[in-house]
């Protein structure tokens, strides 16, 4: 019996993951990405998805539809891991100035 994209957004809910990239739904589900733009499209107006950047999307639980989306630290990882940014090497660089004594001076690196 072949899956549809709701009945898979319901399998990645039930594991935990509300989000998808859209190659992996593609292969998941041996979609095209055509038919994968056109089951998207019926979902989102029924508040089943949001899309969150081009081939990402949000799945939205019950609880999030009101909100409008599940809470960012479940998704800001995978997207910027799909998106290929190394967001977490730079939060932890030290910042460029520091105040000391009210006076501004430069960090040494």
Known sequence: MRRTLDRHFDERLGRG????PKAEAIEDLALSPSAFNAAAS???PKGRVARLEKGF?????PEDRGTGGPDP???IDPLMHDLGIDYRS?????P????????PRRCSR
């Open 73 to 75: 630290a479940r998704w």
């Open 96 to 103: 460029p100035f520091t105040v000391h004594h009210t006076r």
């Open 57 to 61: 999307f949000l799945i939205l639980r």
């Open 17 to 20: 993951r509300p989000y998808l």
């Open 42 to 44: 019926r979902l989102a």
């Open 90 to 94: 730079r939060s932890s660089a030290p």
